[in-house]
């Protein structure tokens, strides 16, 4: 007898646990309002990444197209994996002086791991991190950057 | 064609033999497990890693210390910030850094989150094994409320490369507190569901039961830590045992359970979840004020010697082992992960049990497969 | 001559008015009939018939394959707290056809060592199966291609014969995953069978006739799941367990397991051969459905309430089509939810459920429903 | 037991062994002839119990490889780290533990892999990551010209 109602018992318990699991999805079919989904290619002109977002590494430059960067190579140095590659000149300054300058600042965006090492080393807060994260190219040569651009100079009183 | 002779068949040769993997929805990465079945009764797992081994103690070897970090993150990549703290801690133990309580709150903080939303993965991936795809979704959807979490002050989701020898690599954001505060709440309200839809089903109760019984002696034997370890009844809860940054502080339990079987693995996840809750919550509102980062030297040297740093991911003990000749480079790393152990025992405990408990007991091994090849 | 010119100048006409006919296909179908048989003889009327019902149901499996297909995707989403398909088509509903004809274009991968005419051959069996057995359901009041005496019967041997075509592609797929998933698949039908049969057997009894159209009648003063009340309420719970067990879906989903065997008995299939399979998983599933409507929840007939006249006659007002596609769809809906929500089950407690509680309470009921038609105690 | 009473302890079961304090635990060199020895009496012996084999890491001394092996005990919360070395760098042989940890299994398949340190009495002593056309990486002696870029 005892083993019969324990058969039943197992039975209702057995229905209602599951009864308990289709409230739950029962329960978010009848609110959609709670749906998280992004549609993410249509709301790309309001999507807004959070500030400290690495998307990538920046190097960001005035209205005076002037950045802060002296070429030391620190960047280079704290880098793990070679993703920075600093090529540099030798500039004569408005005083006559011979001085090391920028070249060429390479960032080789495939290699990159976003550690934040580079910019949290660098002396004079040349680097920055980007928001854009839309990275995909067709060839991959384009992933190597030159982030000085063209024609740009250092900013003055950055030594 | 003559008839090849039949004759003379052993068990082995009628052995019917399966891989799992390297790609199986329910390996969760590369692994492979080599499977002999008896009709669908498993004979023997035997598991064959590599796939996505990457060097990365050999690597360690070439690079400064602060550069570890970043590789810790790959390793398992769902508790990065924990691996992170394992090597940022030994560095600072080796040089005799006093670290200011700012920093060890707030690494108690990530690493709590960061063992929430590892846990919320693991429940997830778990529910998906055994074929109920809807906890997928619902256990990725909260995980998502940290990664932004994590996204806001880190800069990463899951890669957070948060840490650094001596503090953190920056302060945190202004929203940090509010937005944990917010998820708590929210998350303390959800996590019912997940029992209701999981937990307390009856057909989960059946697939989890008495499913691949592990030992406490056997926990030890074979090294299994972490949640997988303390269902067995295995006490070794590194935060209990030997505290590090906060832990010594706060007041949480250590789950133990003594029935080592699949259902109380995904219990002592669970309630560890709760507990973690309760760790966040006294420490939120609690964070002091100072820098978030001690001065350190450019160029970090740890004196020669051997390190040791344990810590307790949200997979077990994770273990850096650091041999150091006075250089700038490490002379010998060894990371000892946590699930690299859980997965050797896999063939103990799966063996005699069905095809569809193997997937069960594997998923609640919760094995991050780039951990294991490292 | 002469008189058949003179039929053909007096076409028969509708019976009824043209909007009527929704309420009853008879009309329609018999001046179809009178039509052909005014311009043909009476084989070639046959013949014709059976072409124009053969397109019918070919064009109304098709979209409801499609349909079906999508209103999986979106009731799994809304349960799993996201959006679905929204791409192609407002709110996606363009997707499905999108997908047809992505698996129309595919490859059909040839699998070495797999045995060739077996291989192509099974899904042909699974959809010819589904296909067999949509024609002997009572779509509405007069649209029914074929209404046997023994429907029941019939319904359920010919969507029981799909299993074969599923053992046929584990088997010749040289694939062991698919080999162990078409075993299981036929271990679990095997058996499932017997509770299906069981749960119908109950109604039959208290209809008293296995003709689906009889039944349907039978369920003009209430449907049988009320009429038959506990007993009746049990055969339909055992009924949507069982049948969504051998539609190989839900928690039941053995044969496929995707997080076991990866895609189970159609793993090595690509195409638009595993197109067939898909949609014969949900034809199926419309298939057990209709059958439920049918036998437990009135079919195409309205919901009357003993003497509420009015009410009586508002439901009257919707037309039989509606009603029974609405119950079969709510029949759909409920096993969607089953599988959107519960794990998945062992083989072993597959068979325990079967054979240890769904078969004896089955049994039992049978004796409860025999013994209450005995002494009269229904509706 | 602390690193005091551990060190006593230790002087009394095993012969031959240089035992040092180092920074964090005790660190004790064994011969590689007496490892399997006192490894089985550490665990076994009722004052020590090491029944928890935590970590074991290879090491390439250069001239020298070494196996290092960090004990503890579950019951008392102590802990010790046992080196050995071995000189023979083309065929190093070491006892296996594996018959009293088995977690030492993989372990050491794992450091047979990587520095080509074989294990006598190991079960099934196979690579476990890298195929057997590869060298042993993890030695400091390994060259692989395509793979490990130096600036």
Known sequence: MRSIIEYFKEIIFGVWSLLKGMKVTGSYFFRPSTIVTQKYPSNRNDLVMFDRFKGEVI?????????????????????????????????????????????????????????????????????????????????RALLIKQLNKPGSKLKKGVE | ??????????????????NMGPQHPSTHGVLRLKVSLKGEIVKSIEPHIGYIHSGIEKMCESITYPQIIHLTDRMDYISAHINNEAVCLNVEKALEIDIPDRIKVIRTIMSELTRIQSHQLWWACFGMDLGGLTCFFYGLRDREKILDIFEETCGGRMIVSYNCPGGLMYDIHPNFQKRVKDFIKYFRKILPEYD?????????????????????????SFGVTGP???????SCDVRKHEPYSAYDRVQFKEILFDEGDTFHRYLARIDEMWESMKIIEQLIDNIPEGPFAVKMKPIIKLPEGEYYQRVETARGELGVFVISDG??????????SPNFSNLSVLNHIAKGFKIADLVAIGGSLDLIIPDIDR | MLPEIVALNTSPTLSVPWWKVVYDFSALTDWIDKSLHNSMSPFWTTITEMLIIGVLILLFYALVGLFLVYAERK???????????????????????????????????????????????????????????IAAIPFAKGLHAIDLNIGVLYVMAVSAMGVIGVLLAGWSSNNKYSLIGAMRSGAQIVSYELSVGLSLITIVILAGSMQLSVIVEAQRDGWFLFKGHISAFIAFIIFLISSTAETNRGPFDLAEAESELTAGYHTEYSGIKFAFFFLAEYINMFIVASIAATVFLGGWMPFHVGSWEGFNHIMDFIPPFVWYIGKTFFVIFLMMWFKWTFPRLRIDQLLTLEWKYLLPINLFNVLIMAFLVLMGWHF | MDKIQLESFLKTIASGVEIKEGKQYLEVTVPSSSLHQLAKSLKEKEESKFDFLFCLTGVDYGTELGVIYHLRSTSYDHTVVLKTR??????????????????????????????????????????????????FPLRKDYVDDINIVTK
């Open chain 3, 75 to 133: 009731v799994c989403a809304f349960m799993q707290n996201r959006l679905g398909p929204n791409r192609v088509g407002p709110f996606g509903i363009f997707q499905t056809i999108a997908d047809l004809f992505k698996l129309l274009f595919k490859e059909l991968i040839p699998i070495k060592n797999a045995d060739g005419f077996l291989f192509n051959l099974a899904p042909f069996i699974v959809i010819i199966a589904s296909f067999m057995a």
């Open chain 2, 196 to 220: 209701q839809l999981l937990t307390g089903n009856v057909i989960f109760h059946e697939r989890s039961k008495g499913i691949g019984t592990l030992t406490k002696e056997d926990a030890i």
């Open chain 4, 86 to 135: 071995t000189a023979d760098r083309e065929n190093p042989i070491l006892d296996s533990v594996c018959d009293i940890w088995e977690t030492a299994e993989f372990h050491e398949r794992e450091v047979f892999d990587l520095l080509g340190i074989k294990f006598k009495n190991h079960p099934d002593l196979r690579r476990l990551f890298l195929d057997n056309s590869w060298g």
């Open chain 2, 228 to 234: 997988t370890g303390r269902a067995s009844g295995f």
């Open chain 2, 327 to 336: 250089n700038k480079n490490p002379y010998r790393v060894k990371f000892r």
């Open chain 2, 1 to 18: 064609m003559e008839e090849k002779e039949i004759t003379n068949l052993t068990d082995e040769h009628q052995e019917y033999v399966i």
């Open chain 1, 59 to 139: 190097m960001p430059h005035d209205e005076n197209n002037e950045h802060k960067c002296t070429g030391c190579g620190i960047c280079e140095l704290n880098c793990p994996n070679g993703t920075i590659e600093i090529i540099s000149q030798t500039i004569v300054t408005e005083e006559g002086k011979k001085k090391k300058a920028i070249d060429k600042h390479i960032y080789r965006l495939s290699m990159c791991t976003f550690c934040g090492l580079c910019v949290k080393a660098c002396p004079s807060n040349a680097l920055a991190f980007g928001q854009k994260f839309e990275h995909a190219v067709f060839n």
